[in-house]
Nanobody, 115 residues
Framework: QVQLVESGGGLVQPGGSLRLSCAAS????????MNWYRQAPGNQRELVAK???????NYADSVKGRFTISRDNAKNTVYLQMNSLKPEDTAVYYC?????????WGQGTQVTVSS
């Protein structure tokens, strides 16, 4: 059974940093691309960052230069380091992967950027 479990969200002031983690189980983690999405109230879910099995990364324009996605295959974990956070980064952040054509999502972790 595939499980993705996020952690690391919270309340942070503008300009601050957070690191999100997503622990995966039930999959050969190193073989799959991993993604971070986010969804703010009233908005569609949007792709924030992705990392391929080979370690290539891609970012939404809105987070380039501020967010960094990385993975530790030994720990079956993908990370999202978020720096210079802005109020518009406030959202629920989800871990995501596609395994054998099936989409898997974590339960989400809330990130709130506010003074």
């Amino acid at each position: 059974q595939v499980q993705l479990v996020e952690s690391g969200g919270g309340l942070v002031q503008p300009g601050g940093s957070l690191r999100l983690s997503c622990a995966a189980s039930g999959i050969a983690f190193s073989m799959y691309a991993m993604n971070w999405y986010r969804q703010a109230p009233g908005n569609q879910r949007e792709l924030v960052a992705k990392i391929t099995s080979g370690g290539r990364t891609n970012y939404a324009d809105s987070v380039k230069g501020r967010f960094t996605i990385s993975r530790d295959n030994a720990k079956n974990t993908v990370y999202l380091q978020m720096n210079s956070l802005k109020p518009e980064d406030t959202a629920v952040y989800y871990c995501h992967s596609v395994v054998a054509g099936i989409l898997y999502w974590g339960q989400g972790t809330q990130v709130t950027v506010s003074s």
